[in-house]
């Protein structure tokens, strides 16, 4: 006699059981028919209608395994979905996330929420079939877009339907080449102490690019035993903007950050760069030559300004004070083309963010704002001493007059010239002279009262000096 067999439990999977849902929604089936039709129990109907909203959320999401017949519940759900978000955003960066990426990965959430977890292969594999992840060789999980084609060219690009509404308001930058006569003084300019500044921040002014200067001096003298990479800003041998180069540079650090990223540029600019490569990261919004919306606020340019020629006018009155009977005039031969790089990365720190912000709004440059209440003047520099708030304000709208005649003496520097090195270039200092040099400046502030936070940045200076010269 031949003895019965247990009866094999059939289970549905996730696709089966969304066809069980549809056909007791659309049609007069009972529960019993449906059940002998794919040959489960009935139960086993009633089960799956009772969880009816869970298993459409998991057929919607797109992320559920839909051969799947039984969910298992991981121990730690909460590391599962922080690693599967983390993975999404990965996916959409198109990174090439690998097997062991994503191991390193979960036990860093692990760590973060506080749990005891260390993640093996075999967790992975499951975590993978519970969320429909995919397998490939060597774990490299496929990205979710095929490879990004060439950009389009500059002039194509800027020609695109897009506005500054497709991007967030930290993804807006507006660009501008500011004209500066770096050395002028009060009713006093000479073309040939001009230099062009680039100026670019993003819309919010959290964001402020590295300051590019372009000037008249091919290998300024001020520059001898300086290294570039320690210029407060960089610099370029011409008045010409190098566009393409700043382009690229640009489009390579958004790309870095994953992101997408918005430029304001003025139309002549645009129409010069055609023909050049077209940007990955950097989407190009040509204002238009007659609108007379300028791509980076002028006020922010106005602010920068200001920032600039008080600081000026202070270093001109340190050169007379050292040098007695000097005129402004003699004292700015004493301000050289190193000197400008400083004060412009200095006044360019100086224009706060909510001035750029406010000044973005009120230009109609930041999307879906109204524009704020701000007092301008509290964001100004103050009018230095012995000069008037008209006589300042024309002194920083000093490019907008026509520069005077004059003979352009070569730049000095603030030191004196005896004890020059060969061929007039003023001696590298050295080790010893840095520690002296900071010992006679401590000195000072204490002869002449400073305020107890001055000495505090004093011993950041000194720490650094003292760690450079142990090197």
Not at 141 to 157: R, T
Not at 354 to 373: D, R, Y
Not at 393 to 420: A, I, M, Q, Y
């Amino acid at each position: 006699m031949e003895l019965s067999s247990k009866k094999k439990l059939h289970a549905l999977s996730l696709a089966e059981k969304i066809q069980v849902l549809e056909l007791l929604d659309e049609s007069k089936m009972s529960q019993s028919e449906v059940a002998r039709r794919f040959q489960v129990s009935q139960p086993q109907i009633s089960r799956i209608c009772k969880n009816k909203e869970k298993l459409l959320a998991d057929w919607c999401s797109g992320t559920a395994n839909r051969e799947r017949k039984r969910k298992r519940e991981s121990k730690y759900s909460g590391i599962d979905e922080a690693l599967l978000c983390w993975y999404h955003i990965a996916r959409a960066k198109a990174w090439d996330v690998t097997g062991p990426m994503l191991l390193h990965k979960a036990k860093e959430l692990a760590d973060i929420m506080g749990q005891d977890f260390v993640p093996s292969i075999g967790w992975l594999v499951r975590w993978k079939r519970r969320n429909n992840v995919g397998f490939g060789a060597r774990h490299v999980l496929v990205p979710p877009f095929p490879p990004e084609p060439p950009p389009l060219g500059i002039m194509a690009q800027a020609q695109l339907p897009l506005s500054l509404k497709d991007f967030s308001p930290e993804d807006v930058f507006g660009c501008a080449e500011v004209p500066l006569l770096y050395r002028a003084v009060p009713g006093s300019a000479r073309a040939c102490d001009q230099v062009q500044v680039l100026l670019c921040a993003n819309s919010r002014g959290t964001e402020k690019r590295r300051v590019l200067v372009g000037g008249l001096e091919v290998a300024p003298r001020c520059f001898f035993g300086v290294r570039s990479e320690a210029l407060p800003a960089s610099y370029h041998p011409d008045l010409g903007m190098p566009w393409s180069e700043w382009l690229a540079q640009f489009d390579k650090d958004m790309g870095q950050q994953g992101r997408q990223v918005a430029l304001l540029l003025a139309a002549r600019v645009v129409e010069e760069l055609a023909g050049l490569p077209g940007l990955y990261h950097v989407r190009l919004l040509p204002l238009s030559a007659s609108s007379t919306t300028p791509p980076l606020p002028s006020s922010v340019v106005w602010a920068f300004k200001a920032h600039y020629r008080h600081r000026l006018l202070s270093k001109l009155a340190a050169i007379q004070s050292k040098r007695d009977g000097t005129s402004l005039t003699e004292a700015r031969a004493g301000i050289t083309v190193l000197d400008a790089l400083h004060m412009v990365a200095a006044a360019w720190a100086k224009v706060p963010p909510q001035l750029i912000l406010s000044s973005f709004i009120q230009e109609g440059l930041t999307p879906g704002k109204t524009p704020l209440s701000l007092d301008r003047a509290s964001e100004m520099p103050p009018v230095p001493s012995g000069v008037s708030r008209e006589e300042f304000s024309r002194f920083v709208d000093l490019e907008g007059e026509e520069p005077g005649p004059g003979v352009c003496k070569e730049e000095t520097g603030t030191e004196d010239e005896e004890g020059s090195g060969r061929e007039g270039f003023e001696p590298l200092p050295t080790k010893a002279d840095a520690l002296r040099a900071l010992g006679t400046l401590r000195r000072w502030f204490e002869c002449n009262g400073s305020a107890p936070e001055l000495f505090e940045k004093f011993y950041d200076c000194e720490e650094e000096v003292e760690r450079l010269c142990c090197l």
